[in-house]
């Protein structure tokens, strides 16, 4: 099967100090203060305010997530009636519970209103008291591409172009944070089209790619056109510099070293060095069980990047592809849930992590950060001929953390056919009149969390789920 481009164990391009520089290309400024001060600042500082964006690759399947159904009532003998069949007893592994998972109530915690598919497991789903499943989420689409676009700007595609800026672009060029990298954007499409460069994501393949970024480097450069590129002073002396100087790209490199040299200078890499031999990173490998470099490689690696990043002040925004694999028609009940379950216990850990740990302005991490977890859209809920899902236009998604009511489902998929339902999105109840969940809703929620100016979605947040 041909897997599209945002799949998971991307290779990687020519890795130099162009490269590097490149990832700050635009940029004058990071983070809303010269480049100099930075660098002589006496340490970081985490963001006031943080935002995590989930995004898990290839149309999960959320009968086995995040909008399950009861098999004792949707069964085998119904699915002609109902278009459901969750399906729980074929995946067939002692590691998978055949039923949703209802958190038993904890001390200290109130009685779950969520309950959870199968993949989801116990360890994401004992923070039920941080967050909010909204179901029955329109996408308008059963394309990856666009819907994939969709939830990252809160936009419908043209075709299947993006429009509008990324979500972590309108907060970093709302919010001006003061850390070195605003937003990382791991293995996902950024966009900016309207901030200046400051608000651009460094965009990153993988661990390496911002290790690279991060490093003290030779400054090798791999043309005479490059470093005539780099090197751009004054007045053209080519025609082809000339050409360059005119459309600023020369003048634009020039910063964008500077900037990269300033930030490297910083030794940021080695926060994320994870198997150095000191009490640091043990401590990082032991909470998220980092055992070798395929895990660093693999989910728990890059969950483990995003909770450093936030704590160590290095950015404000992450946004990251998580897990994959999820884009199988055939044969898929152990297989889908296998590759959500491996991405949703790195998520855990991340919680963990936030929760955990404290902030230095007060309260822990988590307090301060808002987790958006999706995916371009669902599977079928009936199963095809080939033992597996296709793409199902309804979807569901999870937000977790800052500025949100917890404990809480918001909206819901139709008992027939899992269809999107429609509400009274001023106070989430059904109503046939109503009006249907999209994106541009969840993402106007987001924005509207952090006090934020969401009117670039052109609707109202949900305003039911806003703390």
């Known amino acids: 099967m041909k897997k599209n481009r945002h799949d998971e164990n991307p290779h990687p391009g020519r890795r130099t100090f162009l490269k590097a520089a490149a990832g700050f290309m635009g940029s004058t400024l990071l983070g809303g203060i010269p480049f100099r001060a930075f660098a002589q600042a006496a340490q970081l500082a985490p963001a006031d305010r943080c935002f995590v964006f989930v995004y898990f690759n290839g149309g999960w399947d959320q009968l086995l997530a995040f909008d399950p159904r009861d098999p004792d009532e949707f069964t085998a003998d119904r699915a002609s009636e109902t278009k459901i069949l969750p399906g729980y007893n074929l995946i067939n592994d002692s590691n998978f519970r055949d039923r949703p998972i209802l958190p038993a109530e904890m001390v200290g915690k109130p009685r779950s209103n969520i309950d959870f598919g199968p993949a989801v497991g116990d360890a994401l789903a004992k923070h039920y008291d941080r967050m909010t499943v909204i179901r029955g989420i329109n996408m308008n689409t059963l394309g990856h591409e666009v819907g994939y676009r969709y939830f990252l700007t809160g936009k419908i595609p043209i075709g299947s172009a993006a429009r509008g800026s990324s979500t972590a672009t309108e907060i970093v060029g709302q919010m001006s944070p003061t850390v070195p990298i605003p937003s990382i954007s791991y293995n996902v499409e950024s966009y900016n089209d309207r901030y200046p460069g400051y608000a651009n994501a460094l965009r990153v393949s993988r661990r390496d790619d911002l290790l690279l ?48 040299r300033l930030v490297q200078s910083q030794g940021l890499d080695q926060a994320f060095n994870f198997l150095a031999n000191t009490p640091e990173m043990a401590a990082v490998r032991s909470r998220y069980g980092l055992t070798d470099q395929g895990s660093v490689d693999g989910e728990r690696g890059r969950a483990a990047l995003v909770g450093t990043a936030l704590k160590k002040g290095i950015a404000q925004c992450v946004t990251i592809n998580l897990t994959g694999g999820l884009d199988t028609h055939f044969g898929t009940q152990l ?120 009117s670039i979605t052109r609707v109202e947040p949900l305003r039911p789920i806003l703390a």
């Open 213 to 260: 970024t991060l490093r003290a480097s030779s400054n090798r450069l791999d043309t005479e056109l490059e470093n005539q590129l780099i090197n751009l002073r004054g007045e053209p002396v080519t025609c082809e510099q000339a050409a360059y100087g005119a459309r600023g790209v020369g003048t634009t490199y020039a910063n964008s070293q500077e900037q990269m």
């Open 335 to 454: 297989t889908h849930a296998n590759n959500q379950r491996r991405g949703f216990n790195a998520l855990a850990s991340l919680v963990d992590d936030l929760r955990e740990s404290d902030h230095p302005k007060g309260g822990k991490f988590l307090d301060r950060t808002t987790i958006l977890v999706f995916s371009e859209f669902s599977r079928t809920p009936l199963i095809n001929a080939s033992g597996g899902r296709d793409h199902h236009l309804c979807n569901s998604c999870l937000l977790i953390g800052a500025g949100l009511k917890h404990n809480l489902v918001f909206g819901k998929s139709g008992d027939i056919g899992m269809s999107p339902g429609t509400f009274d999105l001023r106070t989430g109840a059904a109503d046939p009149n109503g009006e249907n969940i999209f994106p541009e809703h969840v993402i106007a929620t987001v924005l509207a969390s952090a006090g934020l100016d969401y």
